[in-house]
């Protein structure tokens, strides 16, 4: 399998990276404690699905980000501790990691490209079924939502699409209308200029201003965001992302590779490659307003691809039973021990039964 355009991977810059902590010590696992791993039929597609936690405790359905970045390959290092309080599900989104790899074509073309676009409108449906497949296999009444930046898009359209299939939505990083690149390349063109970079000024020089027709421009820009990013934040270290044995292996990475390429591709979109972008269609500040359950946003300082200004306005113009904003001077877009903290500390909150 290989890809027609050079791997983005841009996923990384929306991928949710979370503070390990020391796993808890369980006893002999008992009738309550389950683990599951394995393809689950949503919406006719076979999605990879993982379960781990007490079956009594409250249900958590994480939405990575990307759109390719999966959490599976990493849920065991990361999430030890939450799995003693809450029930852990990750899923990989239609078009990535293990999802993509049961399906991927033999080569990334055009015409694949075309033939098997990603939207927003079809991955809430595939959200919302996974919903209700847990609450039936589960037992549960309703569940917890959890969206970071792409996951936070699916997470808002389900949340005030079916609210009664949820306790409460939690975002973090949460896209509002990320489709202004011009913006971003001004903000990053003007920390660049004042750090004197050289390098990342001739980079940005060479792409000139958004709007750009292909998704690797894009990925371009998404770099040099990064970087600034991650000068003035606290950053994930890079053991965070050390992949369960079962998934180190060539063709999981394979698959997470391409996906990330796939799912970006439609995120953005591409002129050239016939694809359309799914962020062009998201505009919460005119038409999703109203939630029916309590919602906590989580937002760093330094983010510069869902900035605080976007979020703040959004979050306050929405209207829902229970709303909190907690604002992290030392994060950026993604996650570190503050994010985890204040995630944590919110899961606790929510009244789940």
């Given at each position: 399998?290989?890809?027609i355009f050079l791997p983005?991977?841009?996923?990384?810059?929306?991928?949710?990276?979370?503070l390990?902590?020391?796993?808890?010590?369980?006893?002999?696992?008992?009738?309550q404690?389950?683990?599951?791993a394995?393809?689950?039929?949503i919406?006719?597609l076979e999605?990879?699905?993982?379960?781990?936690?007490?079956r009594?405790?409250?249900?958590?359905?994480?939405?990575?980000g990307g759109p390719g970045?999966?959490?599976s390959?990493?849920?065991d290092?990361?999430y030890?501790e939450?799995?003693k309080d809450?029930?852990?599900v990750?899923?990989?989104?239609?078009?990535?990691g293990?999802?993509?790899?049961?399906?991927?074509?033999?080569?990334?073309?055009?015409?694949?490209?075309?033939a098997?676009p990603?939207?927003?409108e079809?991955?809430?449906?595939d959200?919302?079924?996974?919903s209700?497949?847990?609450?039936?296999?589960l037992?549960?009444?309703?569940i917890?939502?959890?969206?970071?930046s792409?996951?936070?898009?699916?997470?808002v359209?389900?949340a005030t699409?079916?609210?009664?299939?949820?306790y409460?939505?939690?975002?973090?990083?949460?896209?509002?209308?990320?489709?202004?690149?011009?913006?971003l390349?001004?903000?990053v063109?003007?920390l660049?200029?004042?750090?004197?970079?050289q390098e990342?000024?001739?980079?940005?020089?060479?792409?000139?201003?958004?709007?750009?027709?292909?998704?690797r421009s894009?990925g371009?820009l998404?770099?040099?965001?990064?970087k600034?990013?991650?000068?003035h934040?606290?950053?994930?270290?890079?053991?965070?992302?050390?992949?369960?044995?079962?998934?180190n292996?060539?063709k999981?990475s394979?698959?997470?590779?391409?996906?990330?390429?796939?799912?970006?591709?439609n995120?953005v979109?591409?002129q050239?490659?016939?694809?359309k972008?799914m962020?062009?269609?998201?505009?919460?500040?005119?038409?999703?307003l109203?939630?029916k359950?309590p919602?906590y946003f989580?937002?760093?300082?330094?983010?510069l691809?869902?900035?605080?200004?976007?979020?703040?306005a959004?979050?306050?113009?929405?209207?829902?039973p229970?709303?909190?904003?907690f604002?992290?001077p030392?994060a950026?877009?993604?996650?570190?021990?503050?994010v985890?903290?204040?995630?944590y500390?919110?899961f606790?909150r929510?009244k789940a039964?």
């Amino acid at each position: 399998m290989k890809a027609i355009f050079l791997p983005l991977s841009i996923a990384a810059l929306l991928f949710i990276c979370i503070l390990p902590i020391p796993a808890q010590n369980k006893d002999a696992r008992s009738t309550q404690w389950i683990s599951e791993a394995q393809f689950v039929s949503i919406n006719g597609l076979e999605q990879w699905i993982t379960i781990k936690g007490v079956r009594s405790k409250p249900v958590i359905l994480l939405w990575h980000g990307g759109p390719g970045s999966v959490m599976s390959p990493y849920s065991d290092n990361l999430y030890k501790e939450l799995e003693k309080d809450f029930v852990i599900v990750n899923w990989d989104q239609r078009g990535a990691g293990r999802t993509f790899g049961k399906y991927a074509p033999d080569e990334l073309t055009p015409a694949y490209l075309q033939a098997n676009p990603l939207s927003v409108e079809q991955m809430a449906a595939d959200g919302i079924q996974v919903s209700e497949y847990l609450i039936k296999h589960l037992g549960k009444r309703k569940i917890i939502l959890f969206g970071t930046s792409w996951g936070s898009v699916l997470g808002v359209t389900m949340a005030t699409k079916r609210p009664d299939l949820y306790y409460a939505y939690v975002g973090h990083s949460q896209l509002v209308t990320p489709d202004d690149d011009l913006l971003l390349y001004n903000n990053v063109y003007k920390l660049a200029k004042q750090n004197n970079d050289q390098e990342f000024l001739k980079i940005l020089d060479d792409l000139g201003t958004p709007p750009y027709d292909k998704a690797r421009s894009v990925g371009k820009l998404f770099r040099v965001v990064k970087k600034y990013e991650k000068a003035h934040s606290t950053p994930a270290p890079s053991s965070w992302f050390t992949e369960a044995p079962d998934y180190n292996n060539a063709k999981d990475s394979l698959n997470r590779e391409l996906g990330d390429d796939y799912s970006f591709v439609n995120f953005v979109g591409d002129q050239q490659l016939g694809v359309k972008s799914m962020r062009a269609t998201i505009h919460f500040l005119q038409n999703n307003l109203q939630f029916k359950i309590p919602v906590y946003f989580i937002q760093g300082e330094h983010d510069l691809l869902t900035s605080k200004e976007k979020t703040t306005a959004y979050f306050n113009k929405l209207q829902a039973p229970e709303k909190e904003y907690f604002l992290l001077p030392t994060a950026a877009h993604g996650f570190n021990a503050a994010v985890l903290e204040t995630q944590y500390k919110v899961f606790k909150r929510i009244k789940a039964l």
